[in-house]
C-alpha cells in the first residue's frame, strides 16, 4: 500500500478527484492549504504599505492505494493537473505500513 | 400507589400515542403536565405518610417548579417538583419521597424534587437568582394551599422588592451569557431551541421580568394588564407554541432531553410538522423560515419588553425627557412617538423616528416598536416613493449606527414595508452548512461588515475603503446583493429586482449602475480565485474587462470580503482571503495600466472577435473558433488586425490537421507584399520550441533580409505565430525566389543541417559592404518587472541593423528564456524592442543576479555589432 500526497491548483480540485474516483479510489481527504515552492510570494505595495503575500493557496489530496494502482493514479494525476505552468504542483508517494478500519477492526487491503 | 402509577404510565402513553399520529400535538405539553399534576393529586389522596403528617399538624404542599411550574412539559423534560412545608421539616418527609416519587423513578423519568420550609426556600432565593426564577414559576399542586400563598407573599416582600435592582442584573447578566455560549438562535442553522437567543428561554425572561417588576402572575396576565396588545400576545403565545413544539418533536426523535436543533433531524421534523416541497422550495427550508420567524419575533418582543421594564442602570438612565423633533422624544434613553395620532396626520415620522435612532444611537423604545407595527399599513406606494422618505433612508445608509437601526426595521417588519422585495428573502433559509444565516439576516449582516470596515485588523481593507469616492453604492449593494436569491442565477435576477427598486426610490443613475453592477457580479472574484488559474493572464484580463473600473474593483473586493464573512466561517479563511486578494491586485494593476482592460480595448477586442467570427462564417471555417478565441492571448486579440486572425486560425487548423494526420512537426510560411509601405508581410506558425524565434530572425538575416517590425506571440495550444514586416529582398524581380531560399535553409535549420552561429559569422567576414557601422547611439537594455504580474518585459534600444533581431533573441535564448510576445519596430534606422519574456519554470525573472546577467549580456552583444 502506498499513500499519494498531492499538491495543486485549487481549480484542477475537481478534475483530479474525479479522475481518482473514476480509477476506483474509494475516499481521499482533501485539505486547504498555503505554502510555496518554486512559486514563491511576493510583495504589494499599496498605498505606501507593504503587503507580503508570501504563500500560495492550494489544495493537498491525500488518498492510500493499493501499490499496483500506483503508476495509474500518477498518470491521472498529471494528466488532470497540468496546466505546463509554474506551480502545478507535486505528487509524493510513501510506503505505508499498516491500515485499519476502526469501526470493524479490518486491516490491509480490506480496509483502504 | 402501584395503581395509581398503573393509571399514570397508562395516560401517559397514550398521550404518546396521540402525539407521535399528530393528534392534538399542540397541546401536548400542557396536557402532559396535568397528567403528572393527576398523578401527584392522587397519590397525595391516598397516601398514609401523608395522613400521618397531617395528623401531627405537619402540614405541606406539592408545588410544581421550573418548566413544569409554567406547564411546559416536553416530551423528555425534567419533572421538578417541590414539597413545602409551613415550618419544620418532619423527619417522616424522607419516607414520603419513597412513597410518591419511587414509581415515577421506576417509570424512567428524569425527576427532581427538594424538600424545604418557606424559610428555606427565602434564604436560598436570595442567594441564588436561579432558584428564584425557578420559584417565581411554582404552581400550587395539592396540599396546604396557605403554605404556598406565605411563601409567594415572602419572596415579593423579602426578595424580589428587596433585591429588584440586582436580580434585574443577574437577569441581564443571565441573557449575555446565554448569547455568548448559545448564540443568536433566530439567525443559527442548527439553533438551540431552549437557550438561544429567540428561543423559550426568552419567553421566560419576559415571563420573570413581568413577575417580579408588573406583578404578573400567569401568562395571561400580560394582555389583561395591558403590557402587550392583543396581538402581540397571541403573536407570543402562538409562536412559543410552535418551538415547543418542534422541541417536542426533538426529544421523541433523539429519545432523550435536547434542545440543539441539528441538521440530522431537520428534514424529519419539517414532514412531521406538515411542510412539503414546493418547488425548489425544500419543506426543511419552510419549516426553518417559520422557526426563524418565530425566534425572531419572540427575541425582538423579549428585548423591547426587558429594556422598558427591567430596573437596570436606573442612574444613567435618570435623564431628562429631550425633545428630538416635532412629533418625537427620547425619554430614558429611547426614541418614542409623542402620541398614536401624530402618525396617522403624518406618516413620515415612521421613518423619521428610525433615522433619528440612527442619528443619535437610541433604539425606539417598547411603545414606539409597538406603534411602528401596527401603523405599517400607512407605507403605502406613495410612501415608498416619496423622496423624503428615500432621503432618510439613504442617511441611515450613509449614517452612524446602521446596523443596529436595519435590525429594528426588520424585527418591526418596517423594512419589508419599505422595500417589499425583501420579503421574498427575509427568512429563507438554504439548507446547507455554508450558509450560516437566513438570507435576510445575511444581507445584515453584510451591511454591518462594511460599516465596521474601519475596526477591522487587515490594513489594506481599511486602505480600499478610504479611497472610495463614495461608499453608498458599496451599502446599498451589501444590503441588496441576494435579494435575486434562492435558487439558479441569483446574481442575476437580484440585478432585475433592485433595478425596480433602485428606480422607485428615484436614485442617481450613475450610483444606481455601480449597485447594480455590484449585485450583478458579487461572487466574480470569488469564483474567479477558485475556479480559474491566476498565473494564466487571460483569465485575470477577462475578469478585469468585467469589472471595468478601478472604483469598481474596490467596491467589488469590499463587497466580497463582506459577503463572504457574513456567510459562515467556511465562506472565508485565509486560503480564501489569500487568493481573492491575488486576483484583486492583478486586476488593479491590469486596470491601472488600462492596456488590456480599459473600456476602450474591451469594446476593441469585442468587436475584433465579432468580425472574425462573421468573416470565418461566411468563408465555413468557423466550427472550432471558440476554442482558438480561448487560447489566443490578450494582447494578440486586442492588436492584430481581424483580416489577420481570419488569417491565422486558417493556416492553425491547416497546422493542427497536418500534425495530427502525418505527425510531423509543421510549419507555415506566408509572404505577400505591402505596397503601401514598400515592404513585404511575413506569416509565420509552428508549434513553438525555445529557441524558434532566433532561428527564424537568424535564418532571414541570412539572406540580407531586415526586419523592420515584429509581432510575435505564442497561443496558450503552443502556436507561436509571427509576423513580420520586412525590407524588400534584394532581388526586386523575383521576391519568391528569396522566400524559396529562405525555406530551403528554414528546413535545413530543422533538420540540424545548417548553423546559424558559422554561417552568419562568415557572411559577416566576406562583405565588406556589410561592415558595421560605428553606432550612433549607445545601446540601451531596460528589465521591467513591473508592468506585468505575469511577465519580465525586456525593452532594447539599439541601432538597426541586418542580424540585430537574431542576436538578442540568441542571447535571450541562451539565457533561458522564453519569449511570449514581442513587438519589435524601428524609427529610421533606431531598432526599439520589447520582449515579454519568462523562465523555464514559467516565472518572471526577479532574481537579481539573473538580472543583472540578462543586462550585461545582451549590452556585450550590442557592442559587438
Request: charged content about 30%.
Amino acid at each position: 500500500m502506498k499513500k499519494i500526497e498531492i499538491i495543486i491548483k485549487p481549480f484542477k480540485l475537481d478534475d483530479v478527484k474525479a479522475g481518482l474516483l473514476n480509477l476506483g479510489v474509494k475516499g481521499l481527504t482533501v485539505s486547504e492549504v498555503r505554502g510555496f515552492g518554486r512559486q514563491r510570494g511576493h510583495k504589494e505595495v499599496y498605498r505606501a504599505a507593504e503587503y507580503q503575500v508570501d504563500f500560495v493557496s492550494k489544495v493537498k489530496i491525500e488518498v492510500v492505494i493499493e501499490s499496483d494502482l500506483v503508476p495509474e493514479a500518477v498518470a491521472i494525476i498529471k494528466e488532470k493537473a497540468r496546466t505546463g505552468q509554474i506551480g502545478d504542483g507535486k505528487i509524493f508517494i510513501m510506503p505505508v505500513e499498516e491500515v485499519i478500519r476502526i469501526r470493524t477492526g479490518e486491516t490491509g487491503k480490506e480496509a483502504i | 400507589m402501584r395503581s395509581i402509577s398503573g393509571e399514570f404510565k397508562e395516560a401517559r402513553e397514550h398521550l404518546m400515542t396521540l402525539f407521535i399520529q399528530g393528534k392534538g400535538s399542540e397541546a401536548f405539553s400542557e396536557e402532559h403536565a396535568k397528567i403528572v399534576d393527576h398523578y401527584f393529586r392522587r397519590c397525595h389522596q391516598e397516601s398514609k405518610i401523608g395522613h400521618l403528617l397531617f395528623k401531627d399538624k405537619a402540614l405541606f404542599a406539592l408545588l410544581a417548579v421550573g418548566g413544569y411550574g409554567r406547564m411546559e412539559l416536553c416530551l423528555k423534560s425534567d419533572i421538578d417538583i417541590l414539597i413545602l412545608f409551613g415550618k419544620k421539616i418532619p423527619s417522616e418527609a424522607k419516607k414520603l419521597v419513597e412513597e410518591i416519587f419511587y414509581p415515577l423513578w421506576d417509570l424512567g423519568l428524569e425527576l427532581g424534587y427538594a424538600i424545604r420550609s418557606v424559610k428555606d426556600c427565602i434564604r436560598l432565593c436570595m442567594d441564588d437568582f436561579e432558584v428564584l426564577t425557578s420559584m417565581t414559576d411554582s404552581r400550587f399542586i395539592c396540599g396546604d394551599s396557605p403554605s404556598y400563598l406565605s411563601l409567594m407573599e415572602a419572596l415579593q416582600k423579602e426578595v424580589v422588592s428587596k433585591k429588584a435592582v440586582a436580580y434585574g442584573r443577574w437577569l441581564e447578566e443571565q441573557y449575555k451569557i446565554r448569547t455568548e455560549i448559545f448564540g443568536d438562535a433566530s439567525h443559527l442553522l442548527e439553533p438551540n431551541l431552549k437557550e438561544g437567543i429567540g428561543g423559550l428561554r426568552d419567553y421566560h425572561h419576559l415571563l420573570w421580568t413581568a413577575k417580579a417588576y408588573c406583578n404578573l402572575r400567569i401568562p395571561g396576565d400580560l394582555e389583561y394588564s395591558g403590557l402587550l396588545s392583543h396581538n402581540e400576545f397571541q403573536g407570543l403565545i402562538h409562536h412559543v407554541g410552535f418551538m415547543r413544539l418542534v422541541r417536542n418533536h426533538l426529544h421523541y426523535l433523539a429519545g432523550r432531553k435536547k434542545d440543539r436543533l441539528g441538521f440530522e433531524v431537520q428534514e424529519e421534523i419539517a414532514q412531521r410538522l406538515g411542510f412539503r416541497d414546493q418547488g425548489d422550495f425544500l419543506a426543511v427550508e419552510q419549516f426553518m423560515g417559520e422557526l426563524h420567524t418565530c425566534m425572531t419575533s419572540v427575541k425582538s418582543l423579549n428585548r423591547s419588553f426587558v429594556s422598558t421594564y427591567l430596573p437596570i442602570r436606573s442612574r444613567d438612565r435618570f435623564v431628562q425627557a429631550t425633545f428630538v423633533s416635532k412629533d418625537l422624544h427620547i425619554d430614558q434613553g429611547q426614541i418614542r412617538f409623542d402620541s398614536a395620532k401624530a402618525i396617522l396626520s403624518n406618516p413620515h415620522l415612521l421613518m423619521d423616528s428610525f433615522e433619528q435612532s440612527s442619528a443619535l444611537g437610541c433604539p425606539l423604545s417598547f411603545e414606539a416598536r409597538r406603534l411602528v407595527r401596527e401603523f405599517l399599513f400607512l407605507v403605502d406606494d406613495r410612501f415608498r416613493k416619496s423622496k423624503k422618505a428615500v432621503q432618510c433612508f439613504l442617511s441611515i445608509i450613509n449614517g452612524s449606527n446602521t446596523f443596529k437601526t436595519l435590525e429594528q426595521m426588520y424585527e418591526t417588519g418596517f423594512l419589508e414595508a419599505f422595500i417589499p422585495e425583501f420579503a421574498r428573502i427575509k427568512e429563507r433559509v438554504q439548507f446547507d452548512t455554508y450558509h450560516i444565516y437566513p438570507v435576510g439576516s445575511h444581507s445584515l449582516e453584510t451591511v454591518r461588515y462594511l460599516k465596521n470596515l474601519r475596526h477591522q485588523k487587515e490594513l489594506h481593507l481599511i486602505d480600499v475603503f478610504s479611497e472610495l469616492p463614495r461608499s453608498e453604492p458599496l451599502f446599498l449593494a451589501g444590503l441588496f446583493h441576494d435579494i435575486g436569491k434562492t435558487g439558479k442565477d441569483h446574481a442575476r435576477k437580484g440585478e432585475a429586482i433592485s433595478r425596480n427598486i433602485l428606480q422607485r426610490f428615484g436614485y442617481d443613475k450613475n450610483r444606481s449602475e455601480d449597485v447594480l453592477f455590484l449585485v450583478r457580479h458579487h461572487l466574480l472574484l470569488v469564483e474567479t480565485a477558485m475556479r480559474r488559474d491566476l498565473r494564466d493572464e487571460k483569465a485575470v484580463v477577462q475578469c478585469a474587462r468585467t469589472v471595468g473600473d478601478i472604483g469598481r474593483l474596490k467596491m467589488l473586493y469590499l463587497l466580497t470580503w463582506a459577503d463572504s464573512k457574513a456567510t459562515g466561517p467556511r465562506a472565508w479563511n485565509d486560503w480564501i482571503a489569500n487568493m481573492v486578494l491575488e486576483l484583486f491586485f492583478k486586476i488593479l494593476h491590469i486596470l491601472d495600466r488600462g492596456e488590456l482592460a480599459g473600456s476602450d480595448a474591451t469594446q476593441r477586442v469585442n468587436r475584433t472577435m465579432n468580425m472574425v467570427r462573421r468573416s470565418m462564417y461566411q468563408r465555413g471555417g468557423g466550427e472550432d473558433l471558440d476554442a482558438f478565441f480561448e487560447v489566443m492571448p490578450p494582447r494578440y486579440l486586442l492588436n492584430t488586425p481581424p483580416r489577420d486572425i481570419v488569417n491565422h486560425v486558417f493556416l492553425a487548423q491547416d497546422l493542427n490537421k497536418r500534425f495530427r494526420e502525418e505527425g510531423t512537426i509543421a510549419y507555415r510560411l506566408e509572404s505577400r507584399p505591402n505596397d503601401s509601405d514598400d515592404c513585404f508581410e511575413l506569416t509565420f506558425l509552428s508549434k513553438d520550441r525555445p529557441g524558434l524565434f532566433s532561428d527564424m530572425a537568424g535564418v532571414l538575416a541570412l539572406h540580407n533580409i531586415n526586419i523592420l517590425s515584429a509581432d510575435i506571440c505564442t497561443w496558450k495550444d503552443g502556436t507561436a505565430v509571427d509576423v513580420f514586416k520586412v525590407s524588400r529582398p534584394l532581388d526586386r524581380l523575383h521576391p519568391e525566389e528569396t522566400w524559396e531560399r529562405v525555406k530551403k535553409d528554414w528546413a535545413k535549420r530543422l533538420e540540424g543541417k545548417l548553423s546559424l552561429g558559422y554561417r552568419l559569422g562568415q557572411k559577416a567576414e566576406a562583405s565588406f559592404l556589410s561592415k558595421p557601422r560605428k553606432p550612433t547611439t549607445t545601446p540601451k537594455v531596460i528589465l521591467d518587472n513591473r508592468s506585468s504580474d505575469f511577465f519580465t518585459l525586456i525593452e532594447v534600444f539599439a541601432d538597426d541593423r541586418v542580424g540585430l533581431l537574431y542576436l538578442i533573441t540568441r542571447t535571450l535564448f541562451d539565457l533561458r528564456l522564453n519569449i511570449r510576445t514581442a513587438k519589435i519596430s524601428t524609427k529610421g534606422d533606431q531598432a526599439a524592442d520589447v520582449f515579454y519574456v519568462e523562465d523555464m519554470e514559467g516565472q518572471k525573472v526577479e532574481d537579481r543576479g539573473q538580472v543583472k546577467e540578462i543586462e550585461r549580456a545582451l549590452l556585450h552583444q550590442l557592442r559587438q555589432l
